[in-house]
């Protein structure tokens, strides 16, 4: 094994070689610039900000952990729900302030989700949350109240075990019983009296209480955090982190081998070139992404059940693997990714099988015309699929599926940029801590069938029920499909090796500060 492999393997920690000048000029591995392709709307948690928590400005009243799985934050302990599985009540910490220094307390949490479900924030997570009937402070009188919070060596945000001051006491309740609401719960807090005036989410300032507070944001360019010192978990070591938006993946190459960055997202056919690296290590995590041809209904031929379904049988997934993806991923049917073992459906596949392609087309009435491009009623088969300036993926993967289109008389034009309306769309999905959280926004419209299974199987409480559920909805998605999933990611990362403290995650849909590689870097140290 390499030394780059071995120190990978190790979480960066044990490496021999001595660390290297950071980007900012730091001699010291204090300071850290990475980059990442997309910039946020707003650095709030009511724009998105961090929905999967370890947000680095803000924590939530839980948090996930390396394993995907939840642990306290704000709250003292896990909270409890109504017999009826329609209300949860969580006891918070008393011990907690905000970057302005005011106090942490339930009307911060009350403020916070009211303000996420009022349409005059016009928040993108609004519907998200939309089973909250009421959010309600009902703290009891005023007592002399303690408890003991354990260690845990995974998470970012919890001190040594100590006595912790029990505050406020908060209740949700909900219209129906919902499997992954604790997953909610990892929404960042602000203070009640950031919320006093109800306006557009872009217009709120990001003051939170987590290990890092905003202190430059260049909007286009970069965000810059320093650390916070008052922080209840103990002041981060690396102390300022800059954030870069490069949405180009050459681009952030480039910044790399320039000595700009110590650290960066990239597609894994760029990784691969720091594979030997002495100063990079190259991280590799699961991801719950998949990305898939979005067909429009809007399209006489993107919307024909018969196009679709010859399609999903004419793309060769293996192909795209080896190809755009450069191994680094695996082949994915439905939109439920696989990484979700538990809910994924081994049976709900396609095979690569031009001759059934054709087979399909001929029998829902495209015919072959004389330039090779199949006709119906004197329409083509043909259409414009768009993918994102600078993903080279997307951009792979576009042009991969439309040669496979092409030999079974489909023509595909592929464009850079966002979709016209009736265009197609290279898109990205995926949520690595439970399938409703992705698959029910995505789907619920898409076919009757299919929006019953999603709505069923979000207010099961039973686990089993659930799981038969969502494997029952991908059998029937893939009898009519709605789009054509491609691939299934594993996200890469670069990072310089002048720290210790890196675990991998099962990666979101995008690679982003807020989760991923990053998402613990308050608890990095320097080697």
């Known amino acids: ?33 990475l980059a990442v392709p997309s910039e946020p709307a707003n650095v709030h948690p009511l724009a998105g900000y961090g929905k999967n928590g370890a947000a680095q400005v803000y924590d939530g009243l839980l948090e ?21 599985g329609k209300s949860w009540t969580v006891k918070l910490r008393g011990d907690v302030r905000f970057h302005d220094g005011s106090a942490f307390d339930g009307q911060d949490v009350v403020a916070t989700y009211r303000a996420l479900l009022d349409a005059a924030y ?90 890092y507070q905003v202190e430059n944001w260049q909007r286009g360019t970069s965000l810059t955090l320093r650390a916070n010192t008052s922080y209840f978990g103990g002041a981060p070591t690396v102390s300022k982190v800059t954030v870069e938006f490069v949405p180009d993946d050459d681009a952030r190459v480039k910044r790399i081998k320039d000595g700009k960055l110590d650290s960066a997202a990239l597609p894994p056919a760029q990784a691969k070139s720091f594979e030997q690296s002495d100063v990079f290590a190259v991280l590799r995590q699961r991801s719950a992404a998949v990305r898939a041809i979005q067909m429009p209904v809007g399209n006489a031929v993107t919307a024909d059940a018969h196009i679709r379904l010859a399609l999903n049988y004419a793309v060769n997934r293996k192909s795209m693997i080896d190809g755009p993806i450069a191994g680094h991923g695996i082949e994915a049917f439905t939109p439920l990714s696989p990484v979700l073992a538990e809910f994924y ?36 088969a043909q259409f414009v699929l768009a993918y994102p300036a600078g993903d080279t993926v997307a951009r792979d993967l576009a042009t991969s599926f439309a040669a496979d289109a092409d030999a079974v008389g489909v023509k595909v034009q592929t464009r850079v940029g966002a979709a016209a309306t009736g265009e197609a769309a290279v898109i990205g999905s995926g949520d690595p801590f439970d399938p409703d959280l992705a698959l029910y926004p995505l789907m619920r419209s898409a076919d009757p069938k299919i929006t019953t299974s999603l709505n069923a199987a979000r207010a099961m409480t039973d686990p089993a ?22 691939v299934g990611l594993e996200h890469t990362y670069v990072l310089r090796r002048n720290w210790t403290g890196y675990q991998a995650v099962v990666d979101a849909d995008s690679q982003d500060p807020t989760w991923g590689a990053w998402w613990n870097l308050s608890r990095w140290q320097p080697r």
Not at 5 to 21: K, S, Y
Not at 347 to 362: E, I, M, N
Not at 465 to 485: D, N, W
């Open 1 to 33: 094994m390499s030394s780059g492999a071995l120190c990978t393997v190790l979480g960066l920690v044990g490496c021999t070689a001595a660390p290297t000048p950071t980007a900012s000029g730091s001699t010291d591995s204090t300071a850290l610039v």
């Open 64 to 84: 996930h952990q390396a394993d995907s799985g939840l642990r306290t934050a704000l709250a003292v302990e896990m909270p409890t729900p109504s017999p009826d």
């Open 345 to 380: 459906e081994p049976t709900a596949k396609f095979s690569y099988d031009v001759p059934t392609a054709k087979s399909l087309l001929d029998s829902g009435g495209w015919v072959t015309g004389s330039n090779g491009i199949r006709t119906k009623n004197g329409v083509p």
């Open 122 to 211: 016009d928040s993108p997570l609004r519907d998200r949350y939309s089973m909250i009937t009421a959010i309600t402070d009902v703290t009891p009188p005023p007592a002399t109240t303690t408890t003991t919070v354990p260690p845990s060596s995974s998470s970012r945000a919890v001190p040594p075990p100590r006595t912790v001051p029990v505050g406020s006491t908060v209740r949700f309740d909900l219209s129906q019983p919902y499997a992954p609401f604790l997953d909610l719960l990892a929404l960042g807090i602000v203070p009640s009296e950031t919320l006093a005036q109800p306006g557009p989410v872009a217009e709120l300032k990001p003051v939170g209480t987590g290990p």
């Open 465 to 486: 029920q659930r799981v038969a559920e969502y494997r029952k909805l991908q059998r029937t998605y893939i009898e009519a499909p709605t789009m054509v999933v491609l």
